[in-house]
């Protein structure tokens, strides 16, 4: 059975970098055609999709985010990674990570889900 | 990329059937069938409902159904439950290559 489980640190300052690493188990995240993702949630807000990697090359991300944001998998380590560079309050958030179904020849919505990792960022 | 736009709240009461619309653009649920829904209990990560507009991933009880009209995705949930009451999201895939969430609804089983 499939599962993921976010890690990294709880509390980041204004203007650093976050860094998040999500560990897959039970099976490996460069088998298959899968895209794999982040999508956090703010306090008390709603979804938002941070970005997504195909695990044949390709990465998408949150226009509003792009600019700062770095999304890569680690097949070593079996891992997806999540980098934010020049993080303010407002990236204060719970990140999921996820890996989207696949049917036909499109992905969809992510039907495997990691417990999430909340991160404050507070000086 | 804009929100698409959902209620912030509907209800109802055990037993009865309640639609959840979300409004896109002609840029995301209008030009694609990519379009997912979401249930969400309080502290927990979402759970898949729908994908592809109206399919249901295996485990997901026929209570809950997908549809879309132009521009406008709908979730049916029937025979209302008392776990039901969850907030529900709807997303979909932009012509953008991105990805767009619905602002989410809150549904509360009177």
């Known amino acids: 059975q499939l599962q993921l489980q976010e890690s990294g640190p709880g509390l980041v300052k204004p203007s650093e970098t976050l860094s998040l690493t999500c560990t897959v188990s039970g099976g490996s995240i460069i088998s298959g055609s899968y895209y794999w993702g982040w999508i956090r949630q703010a306090p008390g807000k709603g979804l938002e999709w941070v970005g997504t990697?195909?695990?044949?090359?390709?990465?998408y991300y949150n226009p509003a985010l792009r600019s700062r944001l770095t999304i890569s998998l680690d097949l070593s380590e079996n891992q997806l990674s999540l980098q934010l560079a020049s993080v303010t309050a407002a990236d204060t958030a719970i990140y999921y990570c996820?890996?989207?179904?696949?049917?036909?020849?499109?992905?969809?919505?992510?039907?495997?889900w990691g417990q999430g990792t909340t991160v404050i960022v507070s000086s | 990329q804009s929100v698409m736009t959902q209620p912030a709240s509907v209800s109802g009461s055990p037993g009865q059937a309640i639609t959840i619309p979300c409004t896109g653009t002609s840029n995301d649920i209008g030009s694609y069938n990519y379009v997912s829904w979401y249930q969400q209990h309080p502290g927990k990560a979402p759970k898949l409902l729908i994908f592809?507009?109206?399919r249901r991933p295996s485990g997901v009880s026929h209570r809950f159904t997908g549809s879309k009209s132009g521009n406008t995705a709908s979730l049916t949930i029937s025979g209302l439950q008392p776990e039901d009451e969850a907030d529900y999201y709807c997303t979909a895939y932009t012509t953008y290559s991105t990805w767009v969430f619905g602002g989410g609804t809150t549904l509360t089983v009177l």
């Open positions: 996820g890996r989207h179904l696949t049917y036909g020849d499109h992905y969809y919505g992510m039907d495997v």
């Open positions: 990697i195909y695990n044949r090359g390709s990465t």
């Open positions: 592809d507009v109206s």
